[in-house]
């Protein structure tokens, strides 16, 4: 059999890295882009060793232009849209900047592919925020999105733009919509990481208080390493169709930050402050999904809930 060769649009980020490390391992050729191949770090690249592993390009998700040149280089059988802003906090500051790199972003790719006419697979990073505030209901695939935050509204369009050309042009292109996930390799301006951060500072004995929002929002909150495995699945199957990936349990933020900070023997109460300013303009109140679907149809279901995550995440951090 061919080896296949994968492309990952957003390899240097949490999901583009652990995929990367997960489709090597499959024995797959793996390129990744970035706007600027020859100045990005790829900081979690190395972080897991394998950045002399990965074919890096520079490609601008933006000038279609650019986006149909890298897909005539590498000729890649599947590609995965992970690149975008990823930050829903920081899509309110620059809304225009978080649709143009989701919605335009996602658009230029499934135009290259039709303009190509290549057998391509096309995977899409939907989330699990376009479903806006349902409730304590668990959102599935039929669930109607109610996106309350540029961001939301960017990954909708993305969404929508996959099924049009799915149904259109029968390409083979899929969405997951996935729920929360961390790791080690999160961002520190995601409030998962900024709390874990924190609490070890503290355990180790520098004084200082964590500020934070809304601590009642609950999340649905995954292991990233693998959700990933979830992506390679939807590309395996034989029909494309999009799915919801989740753990199906939500906690509190409170919960998280109690976890957290329990992890490491200390009372969160004498840490933690909640700041008025950190609220968001609109947030939801619950987000859990059911990932039913995904269990009977690819045989992926989480193993790791909340309170793993968070161990896993204060043993890293300890580590390194």
Request: net charge negative.
């Amino acid at each position: 059999m061919k080896q296949k060769t994968a492309l990952i649009c957003g390899i240097s980020g949490q999901d583009g890295t652990y995929l990367a490390q997960y489709l090597l391992e499959k024995e797959y050729i793996v390129c990744g882009t970035s706007r600027d191949a020859q100045m990005s770090s790829f900081r979690n690249l190395q972080q897991l060793g394998i950045k002399d592993k990965v074919k890096l390009e520079s490609m601008s998700l933006n000038d279609f232009r650019s986006v149909l040149q890298v897909l005539n280089k590498i000729k890649p059988d599947e590609v995965y849209n992970l690149a975008g802003q990823s930050s829903v906090g920081l899509s309110f500051e620059l809304p225009v900047e978080t649709l143009e790199s989701i919605a335009t972003g996602t658009l230029n790719l499934l135009e290259a592919i039709r303009f190509t006419g290549a057998p391509i697979k096309f995977y899409n990073a939907g989330s699990s925020e376009c479903f806006g505030d349902i409730g304590d209901q668990a959102a599935d695939e039929l669930t109607p999105f109610r996106p309350r935050s540029p961001y939301a509204v960017a990954k909708s369009a993305a969404f929508w733009e996959v099924a049009n050309y799915r149904e259109a042009y029968g390409i083979f292109a899929c969405s997951g919509i996935l729920f929360n996930h961390e790791s080690p390799l999160r961002p520190q301006r995601f409030v998962t990481q900024k709390i874990v951060a924190a609490a070890c500072n503290i355990a180790q004995g520098n004084h200082q208080q964590l500020h934070l929002g809304n601590v009642s929002i609950a999340r649905d909150w995954g292991w990233a390493p693998e959700y990933v495995k979830a992506m390679y699945l939807m590309l395996q199957q034989d029909q494309p169709d999009d799915y919801v990936i989740a753990t199906g349990q939500s906690y509190s933020l409170e919960e998280f930050v109690v976890k957290t900070f329990e992890c490491l023997g200390l009372n969160w109460q004498n840490y933690v402050i909640t700041d008025q300013s950190l609220f968001r303009p609109t947030d939801l109140a619950i987000s859990r999904g059911n990932p039913t679907k995904a269990e009977e149809e690819l045989g992926w279901k989480a193993q790791y809930k909340m309170p793993d995550v968070v161990k896993m995440m204060v043993e890293d951090k300890l580590n390194n």
